[in-house]
């Protein structure tokens, strides 16, 4: 995507994220990424791999290193197209830790301390309760608000986060007059909330101890298969949706999702059939969705060359558009601009 088109077609803007923490799963793929790529004819997409995000949490530098690249080449592999959508590596364009900081000193310390995310973890990791956990948000603020986003496409878990900074983005422009454009949530539609396969009262995860509760995108279709056959399921043995189905309604909501099947007629195609039956036909779907994506994966990940180049080129154009923004908070605040 050049510079040209972010200007010219007035497509709404999105921007979204994902941290490069090892494995990305099927729920993440189902969820969100999907949705990413379907969204890239419609919107100007601009899609980063957050590995400034990622180091509130201790990160060993050699497996880090792997992540984000690997990040990088498994969303190419998904269907994210450079020719189309920005996609970049947060570091790479400076303006994002920059406008962060400065976020930082227009958000109240009792607005972050009610941040549930920020409560959870640091219960969890006692032991690395550090700043950048706690100012996370507004690094993601910085990230949405350079771009002048319209809309976020985020799950549950990151709403309180997008309404921290729809709050920041107003009360400086409040202070300042318009700088910042509001951005609206943009939530995937229902049934695209993937549960574990093991537990499904609970989303589906890779911190789960249980590794038969998650599919990996890069998963062997053998391993697929085999976790699939095992998922929960009830005693009614009807494939349908219902209050007490939470496992046949998670099957049915991937596999809906895979083959773009109505509930109807997918308890139409399973009416007088088993769980083993309906069981098969999901992973089946799911092996046969995800196949492509490995297969392309395997290619990106062998030709660095290639992930260079399209990770630098984008970053390139982010930062002339981002720094748009940074420069105009900048100057409204009473900085002197310096040459850089
Ligand atoms: N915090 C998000 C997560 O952990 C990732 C993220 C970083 C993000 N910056 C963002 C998402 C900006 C949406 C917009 O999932």
């Known amino acids: 995507m050049s510079e040209d088109v972010l200007k010219k077609e007035k497509k709404p803007i999105i921007f979204s994220a994902i941290q490069p923490s090892g494995t990305i799963t099927l729920g993440n793929y189902l969820g969100a990424l999907k949705n990413w790529v379907s969204l890239q004819d419609s919107h100007d997409c601009i899609f980063a791999i957050a590995d400034l995000h990622a180091i509130t949490v201790r990160q060993e530098p050699a497996q880090f290193r ?5 990040a990088y080449a498994l969303l190419l592999a998904c269907g994210i197209d450079t020719k189309k959508t920005l996609f970049f590596i947060q570091s790479h ?4 830790a920059e406008l962060a900081w400065i976020l930082n000193c227009y958000t109240q310390f009792g607005e972050l301390s009610r941040m549930t995310q920020f409560k959870d973890k640091s219960q969890r990791h006692t032991d690395n309760v550090n700043v950048g956990l706690f100012a996370y948000p507004c690094l993601m603020a910085a990230d949405i608000l350079l771009y002048q986003a319209d809309l976020v496409p985020v799950g549950a878990d990151q709403k309180q986060h997008l309404e921290l900074a ?4 107003e009360r400086f422009n409040g202070v300042y007059g318009n700088t910042f454009k509001l951005p609206d949530g943009y939530y995937p539609p229902v049934g695209a909330r993937i549960m574990s396969l093991q537990d499904p009262t609970r989303k589906m995860s890779k911190s789960d101890e249980n590794a038969n509760s998650w599919v990996a995108v890069l998963d062997k279709p053998e391993d697929i298969m085999r976790k699939f056959k095992r998922a929960v399921t009830d005693s009614e043995a009807v494939v349908k949706y219902g209050e007490n189905k939470l496992g046949v309604n998670n ?5 809906s999702s895979v083959t773009g099947k109505s509930g109807e007629e997918i308890e139409r195609e399973f009416e007088g059939k088993g769980y083993g039956d309906f069981k098969t036909a999901v992973a089946e779907a799911v ?3 995800l196949r492509p994506i490995r297969e392309r994966y395997e290619r990106f990940i062998a030709d660095k060359a290639y992930l260079e180049e399209q990770y630098t080129k984008c970053a390139e154009i982010a930062l002339k558009i981002s720094a748009r923004t940074l420069d105009k908070a900048m100057k409204k605040i009473g900085f002197i601009k310096g040459k850089h």
């Open 251 to 255: 099957l049915m909501g991937i596999y």
């Open 66 to 70: 792997r992540n984000i690249i690997e």
């Open 93 to 96: 364009v400076h303006t994002h």
């Open 166 to 169: 729809r709050d920041v983005a």
């Open 287 to 289: 092996i046969e969705e």
